[in-house]
């Protein structure tokens, strides 16, 4: 069984920096792609960024390329991701899950999610 838990999230002003963490437990982390997600409310869960196995390959959606970092540490069996230059569209809770491979955006292609951390941006 697989556990991931984000924290991180909290509030901020706009243009300033957040960076969530998402931590798994299990033996077999380092073999799985990993992303983030975001759903606002009365909206779809949406791609945030992924990154692969090794961390050498990573992918943004188009609206946080520049301001978002995705990052992974597999000796403690961790994801980030640093976020700057935030806006108020980016208020929503952010969930890391585990992927069935790296690059898919679409949450059906993820197996196990953390609970999710709230991100809010005042303007």
């Known amino acids: 069984q697989v556990q991931l838990v984000e924290s991180g999230g909290g509030l901020v002003q706009a243009g300033g920096s957040l960076r969530l963490s998402c931590a798994a437990s299990?033996?077999?982390?380092?073999?799985?792609?990993m992303g983030w997600f975001r759903q606002a409310p009365g909206k779809e869960r949406e791609f945030v960024a992924a990154?692969?196995?090794?961390?050498?390959?990573?992918s943004y959606e188009d609206s946080v390329k520049g301001r978002f970092t995705i990052s992974r540490d597999n000796a403690k069996n961790t994801v980030y991701l640093q976020m700057n230059s935030l806006k108020p569209e980016d208020t929503a809770a952010y969930y890391c899950?585990?992927?069935?491979?790296?690059?898919?955006?679409?949450?059906?292609?993820?197996?196990?999610w953390g609970q999710g951390t709230q991100v809010t941006v005042s303007s």
């Open positions: 299990g033996r077999t982390f380092s073999s799985y792609a």
């Open positions: 899950a585990r992927a069935t491979y790296y690059g898919n955006t679409d949450p059906r292609k993820y197996d196990y």
């Open positions: 990154i692969s196995w090794s961390g050498s390959g990573t």
